[in-house]
């Protein structure tokens, strides 16, 4: 049972835009940065955005992360079919003294 | 380039041990990071395992904790998974990777590729 809770799929057109919410508490997302991973079909997890906000060398900038409060969200503008997978949203929680992932969302290029 | 790469029994039995090993390249895993697993069953989400610091201090998912042994191995630059009395809810694919926990941002930047462990008899 995840203590971080998105939703289950998103879907656009080629070249428009999505978001992905990522909804915890302040025990998880309220005091800790927000990671978000990118899983390729039959692939391991790839870092995608750190810090809430940050990107890694390599990842362009068609990703992007932003936290309020409790909640986190990743955006990816300019959809390509090459996005097709699915993301992850991950931080420390403190109560748990452990790390937690989200629920998961299956973008899905129209 | 840190590289991690899991191998181990890809068929364990009902009630018995699992085991699994995670070579790590490219890095010393006595470096000042966090080495954990995660696990992903078939069709699921992600499941974090739990980890160990270079210093050996361990955390676990308490959902897991009474059945979990992380540890690392110094000399072979790896770290090891012990999960006693699996059962089929264990099946799953097994990645081992790096959290960089610098300034609190806790992210998991290198992964391995995954192996997948079946539990049946």
């Known amino acids: 049972q995840s203590v971080l809770t998105q939703p289950p799929s998103v879907s656009a057109a080629p070249g428009q835009k999505v978001t992905i919410s990522c909804s915890g508490s302040s025990s998880n997302i309220g005091n800790n940065y927000v990671s978000w991973y990118q899983q390729l079909p039959g692939t391991a997890p790839k870092l995608l955005i750190f810090a809430s906000n940050k990107r890694p060398s390599g990842i362009p900038d068609r990703f992007s992360g932003s936290k309020s409060g409790t909640s986190a969200t990743l955006g990816i503008t300019g959809l390509q079919t090459g996005d097709e997978a699915d993301y992850y949203c991950?931080?420390?929680?403190?109560?748990?003294?452990?790390?937690?992932f989200g629920t998961g969302t299956k973008v899905t290029v129209l | 380039q840190v590289q991690l790469q899991e191998s181990g029994p890809g068929l364990v039995k009902p009630s018995e041990t699992l085991s699994l090993t995670c070579a790590v390249s490219?890095?010393?895993?006595?470096?000042?990071?966090?080495w954990g697993w995660i696990r992903q069953p078939p069709g699921e989400g992600l499941e974090w395992i739990g980890g160990v610091y270079h210093s050996g201090s361990t955390y676990y998912n308490p959902a897991l904790k009474s059945r979990v042994t992380i540890s690392l191995d110094t000399s072979k630059n790896q770290l090891s998974l012990k999960l006693i009395s699996v059962t089929a809810a264990d099946t799953a694919v097994y990645y081992c990777a790096r959290l960089d926990d610098s300034s609190r941002t806790f992210n998991f930047d290198y992964w391995g590729r995954g192996t997948l462990v079946t539990v049946s008899s």
């Open positions: 991950g931080t420390w929680d403190s109560s748990l003294s452990g790390y937690v």
């Open positions: 490219g890095y010393s895993i006595i470096s000042p990071y966090y």
